[in-house]
């Protein structure tokens, strides 16, 4: 029997320590913008808004709270020893860029945070839960262990959840979550299509794969995932990002397409083999026909498409078709506007475009669609997780008074080397985890 569901989305709440330290290579605007000063304030406040805007409208919207950082007992694993304060003057003066990478806010970025699979798609009809190894960058590979940890503190009841470690972290297994994940349905609480986007075959050298920057995703990665989940075959899509657009700076697949419901919104460039992928969806698609929006590079430039991370936008029902929520970026950007505004003219599922101003993500190559986790629940997981997490007003109150009191309005790498930094992001922490209801989850508080 088909049970009514609905996608929850769940954002990563900026942390203290948001900075620009330029640690993402292949990401375009992380490298540009290296060095800058950010606003760690400014940051996290823009991130509850957008969350407050879509709760608001009545989507189901979470939070995923910030990991501990700088992470002393990464430090310490390499060798670096003492007090806390002894060990982040140790790494200042010998290792800069270490304690840049172990001071990263990434975890913000909750597209990255895990691969999800519905009731409705898995063989012991739980939804399913695998965090992502990120082995492809240092500073992200250290985050699967808090996240996992989150995830199994939000939705623990064994019943409706389970929940898998993160795979191996080496290269012929990279997983970088939900941002080379799309599911495709008809209706939620159905079987849809899952599809799975990877940069290249690990186990064959021959395979085509990106020359200039690397592929974080495998094939073997997704379908160990698949896997895991216990999904069928008829539910399961593999496709091969472009290797050009990756070599271009699209590093996941979340900046080059969207999907939701029965919708595919993407760019020409996006898959290797574009005909073959859309075939073996609308294959798969059940109660529903596969509406597939594809923007071509004559409209929208490859370099236009990741300068304002049109594709890195959510996708969301409304009673009058989809929105699409953009980054502010997209009508700065003279093609991407002018194709907006054509989108709407065209009569298409897409109906609405809302922007939204997430300028301190964006400038480290992050997006609306990378700050949240997308997760569907019929009624029954709805209400057996941790609804402690889930947005209403008085959280947003809450939240908003809590990041006014403990955030900073500068940050600078030279900042993350003072100590008291460290402090304030543990208080600030250990205060979050009680808001949320969360128990204990960050090192230091076990």
């Known amino acids: ?40 304030r400014e940051a996290a406040l823009q991130g509850l808004a957008k969350m ?72 012991d009809h739980r939804v399913h839960f695998t965090p992502a190894n990120l082995s492809a960058k240092f500073h992200r590979s250290i985050e699967h262990t808090v996240t996992g940890r989150t995830l199994k503190s939000i939705f623990a009841d064994e019943g409706y959840f389970a929940h ?32 799975f986007v990877y940069g290249q075959v690990a186990f064959n050298e021959q395979a085509p794969a990106p020359q200039k920057y690397p592929a974080r995703q495998t094939l073997e990665a997704s379908q160990a995932i698949a896997r895991l989940h216990g999904l069928k075959d008829s539910n399961l899509v593999f496709a091969q990002q472009n290797p050009a657009a990756i070599d271009a700076g699209v590093f996941h697949n979340d900046v080059i397409a969207v999907g939701n419901g029965n919708t595919l919104f993407y760019h020409s460039m996006a898959f290797l083999n574009e005909e073959q992928v859309l075939a073996d969806i609308r294959a798969r698609l059940t109660g529903a026909e596969l509406e597939a929006v594809r923007v071509s590079n004559a409209d929208v430039p490859l370099e236009d498409a ?28 003279a093609s991407v506007s002018k194709y907006l505004d054509k989108l709407l003219d065209a009569g298409g599922p897409i109906t609405a475009v809302e922007v939204f101003d997430v300028k301190q993500s964006m400038r480290n190559g992050g997006g609306p669609a990378c700050l949240r986790l ?23 109150e809450r939240l908003t008074t809590w990041v006014e009191t403990h955030y900073r309005s500068e940050l600078t790498r030279g900042d993350l080397a003072d100590p008291m930094l460290l402090d304030e992001v543990r208080k600030a922490l250990d205060e979050l985890t009680g808001i949320l209801g969360l128990g204990s989850i960050y090192d230091f508080q076990m």
Request: charged letters at 15%; hydrophobic letters at 40%.
């Open 306 to 333: 990741v300068a304002s991370y049109l594709f890195n936008s959510q996708l969301l029902n409304t009673p009058d078709g989809m929105l699409l929520a953009v980054p502010g970026e997209c009508r700065e950007v």
């Open 164 to 195: 898998h470690p993160a795979l191996p972290s080496v290269s012929h297994f990279g997983d970088e979550g939900a941002a080379n994940h799309t599911r495709l349905c008809g209706h939620y609480g159905e079987p849809g299509v899952e599809l």
């Open 52 to 123: 407050k805007r879509l709760a608001d409208r009545g989507y189901v919207q979470g939070i995923l709270p910030p990991h501990e950082r700088p992470h002393i007992p990464s430090l310490k694993a390499l060798g670096f020893s003492g007090t806390d304060a002894q060990v982040l003057e140790q790494v200042a003066t010998t290792s800069p860029s270490i304690l840049a990478a172990v001071s990263s806010a990434s975890s913000m970025w909750t597209a990255n945070a895990a691969t999800v699979s519905p009731s409705a798609d898995t063989g």
């Open 374 to 396: 997308r997760v569907v629940l019929n009624d029954d997981e709805l209400q057996a997780m941790h609804r402690g997490v889930l947005l209403t007003d008085a959280l947003y």
């Open 1 to 40: 029997m088909v049970k009514h569901a609905v996608e929850a989305n769940f954002d990563g709440l900026v942390g203290p320590t948001h900075n620009y330290a330029g640690l993402s290579w292949g990401n375009v605007a992380s490298k540009t913008n290296v060095n800058a000063v950010s606003n760690p």
